[in-house]
């Protein structure tokens, strides 16, 4: 039967910050704190060892300080955030350079009506677009593949 993953490849102008796009996101109801008051994020080692890290809403500045810290900028970083009023989310993951990034729908994924084994890319790209042409979107490239 397989698996399956979906992900959206997002392209800015310049490079972007974790704080920048979660700032962004926040005006159209995205969070970093998840529905039971954490906040997770991600550092890659360099050897594509990803640490994830558990902090408290209290602390997410300081949170947001590790991802965005020069000494990460050659490293793919990440955050999970959460739509609360949609109860879904995913991970937003900030790649080496930071003008490449990518969103994982793997928190109470939408699915399609109708064809319940499909994300729901278009749910996404109208909660996510929006918000992210102010932090210089460039463009975007969804898909869902089967393992």
Do not use: E, I, K
């Given at each position: 039967?397989?698996?399956r993953d979906a992900d959206i490849d997002f392209t800015f102008n310049r490079p972007a910050t974790v704080h920048a796009l979660?700032?962004?996101l926040a005006a159209t109801?995205?969070?970093?704190v998840g529905p039971v008051?954490?906040?997770e994020y991600m550092v890659d080692d360099g050897e594509d060892a990803y640490e994830w890290y558990d902090s408290t809403p209290g602390h997410l500045d300081e949170a947001l300080?590790?991802?965005?810290?020069t000494a990460n900028l050659p490293y793919t970083v990440a955050l999970d955030v959460h739509h609360s009023e949609a109860r879904t989310g995913g991970m937003l993951m900030l790649h080496a350079g930071r003008t490449d990034a990518s969103f994982v729908p793997d928190i109470d994924r939408r699915l399609i009506p109708g064809a319940p084994e499909f994300t729901d890319p278009a749910w996404y790209l109208h909660a996510l677009v929006p918000a992210l042409i102010t932090a210089g979107l460039k463009g975007y490239e969804a898909r869902e593949v089967r393992y």
């Open positions: 039967m397989g698996s979660l700032d962004a109801g995205w969070s970093a008051g954490h906040v300080v590790v991802p965005d810290a």
